[in-house]
């Protein structure tokens, strides 16, 4: 069943239901009500038929008094202790003549209720007296209720057709609600087959006004839709940046290549030169395709294998490499010695990226100071070229450079520092980068604990 008929169908049903046990309480309660009242009305006429028969002296017979006395479109008849009839049943108006054979389940004492007979109610009420001859006789009043069984039948017609009528608003608005909910449902299962066919990212139109579940669901697909088409240019971008970025090695490659082809027998000092460019672009092609599959592997593979690390031996040992690489003094401060739980591999990565920044961008000595107050805080300080204050930000972004003449020459990828913050992020570290152009750059790492992770 579809939503929209089921919603239909509950909220109708549920009406229904509750119309129809408001009419069945509001007639069950007034016949209760009605009832107990005619019972009261025929229980002081039987009164005072019983203190009017008392009052009578032997010259009328008892059949006459109780002619007399019978009440209109009633009976009066009187038994002895053990139900039988005293004397012969009297009638009034147009009762059957065979409610006189009515037989009651008989008890001695007082006695009322309603009974049917011939599709008719009658008040019954039995009252014990003294008889005339001294024994103790039982006088039954039958009175109609036909006015008040038509009464109730009149009700019964009046609450059917309210009942009837009351369910039409209830269809309308079963109808409505259901078209209300499901209006902005279909609109967004419609947007999303356009999506699909048409392969592009939409947005829902939303009612401006309304501020319901279903304009923050449109709402929250909006905001979905605006991050997946963020993602996928994001996405584009990154392959066609990284496209380019392994085409400009090949190129030169290639170009050296043929020059090797060309006149390599001929002139041997261009193999020299060739081979050097060659193996150059090789190796930044290798570290780019590497920092390439980190990246691209990010979320599946990086899987902590946390371990104890002496923070000092870990960089000591990354500063130690570093110098031997550039050439470089790199000076370290330690206040203490610092043992942490971390991944010690992703680490590593992590420290040598700015260290390599540190000496790639500068030509001075580098600093490294590892200090620890409330956290372990690692500080590695160049004074080197510096990153512009627009540009601090944008570091981080996958193949951005802050100026690629300048660049170009530390044959950097551009994806060292998007590396670090995948990193710094995976091992609970705060990156910080505090930078001067023409003064040099202080990177500061927090290391959280991961535990709270
Ligand atoms: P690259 O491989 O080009 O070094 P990164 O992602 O590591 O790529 O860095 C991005 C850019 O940030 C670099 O191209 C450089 O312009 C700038 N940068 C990073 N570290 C430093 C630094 N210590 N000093 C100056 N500039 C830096």
């Not at 509001?26 to 038929?49: K, M, P």
């Not at 006789?137 to 009942?163: A, G, H, P, R």
């Not at 905001?223 to 994001?234: G, Q, S």
Request: hydrophobic share 40%.
């Amino acid at each position: 069943m579809k939503l929209k008929n089921k919603i239909f169908f509950y909220s109708t049903f549920l009406f229904v239901i509750l119309v129809i046990l408001l009419s069945a309480t509001i007639y069950f309660t007034f016949i209760n009500i009605t009832y107990d009242r005619e019972l009261n009305r025929v229980e002081s006429n039987a009164q005072n038929i019983l203190s009017g028969l008392r009052n009578e002296t032997d010259e009328f017979s008892v059949i006459d008094l109780m002619s007399f006395y019978v009440p209109n479109d009633g009976m009066l008849r009187i038994v002895n202790q053990d139900g039988q009839l005293m004397s012969p049943a009297v009638l009034s108006g147009e009762v059957p003549n065979t409610l006189k054979d009515y037989q009651i389940s008989f008890e001695r004492g007082r006695q009322s209720g309603v009974i049917t007979h011939s599709d008719v109610s009658y008040g019954f009420v039995q009252l014990p007296t003294i008889w005339r001859d001294g024994q103790v006789v039982y006088m039954q009043v039958f009175e109609s209720l036909e006015t008040v069984d038509n009464n109730l039948d009149i009700l019964k017609l009046v609450l059917f057709l309210v009942t009837i009528i009351a369910l039409i608003p209830v269809f309308v608005s079963g109808k409505l609600l259901s078209d209300l909910i499901i209006r902005p449902i279909q609109s967004l299962i419609q947007t999303m087959n356009e999506i699909k066919s048409s392969q592009t990212f939409k947005h829902i139109p939303l009612n401006k006004q309304s501020n319901d579940e279903l304009y923050t669901m449109g709402q929250t697909f909006n905001e979905l839709m605006d991050l997946l088409k963020e993602n996928y240019e994001k996405q584009e971008a990154f392959v066609s940046n990284a496209s380019h970025e392994l085409r400009t090695p090949l190129t030169v490659i290639e170009s050296y290549a043929s020059l090797v082809k060309r006149r390599g027998l001929e002139r041997p000092e261009v193999v020299q030169e060739s081979i050097d460019a060659i193996h150059l672009e090789a190796v930044r092609m290798k570290d780019l395709t590497e920092q390439l599959l980190l990246l691209a592997r990010r979320d599946q593979d990086w899987k902590l294998d946390i371990t104890e690390i002496q923070l000092n031996q870990l960089i000591e040992g990354v500063a130690k490499n570093m110098e031997r690489v550039y050439r470089r003094s790199i000076h370290m401060d330690a206040e203490e010695s610092i043992i942490i739980q971390s991944d010690k591999q992703k680490l590593k990565q992590l420290i040598y990226i700015f260290i390599d920044n540190a000496c790639k961008y500068s030509d001075e000595p580098v600093r490294i100071e590892l200090s620890h107050g409330s956290k372990p805080i690692i500080k590695i300080e160049d004074q080197g070229i510096g990153i512009p204050e627009d540009s601090l930000e944008k570091v981080f972004d996958r193949f951005y450079r802050v100026d690629e003449a300048r660049n170009r020459d530390h044959g950097g990828t551009g994806l060292g520092l998007a590396l670090a913050k995948e990193l710094a992020d995976s091992l609970n570290i705060d990156i910080e980068l505090d930078s001067r152009v023409g003064e040099g750059t202080t990177v500061i790492l927090s290391l959280n604990s991961l535990s709270s992770h």
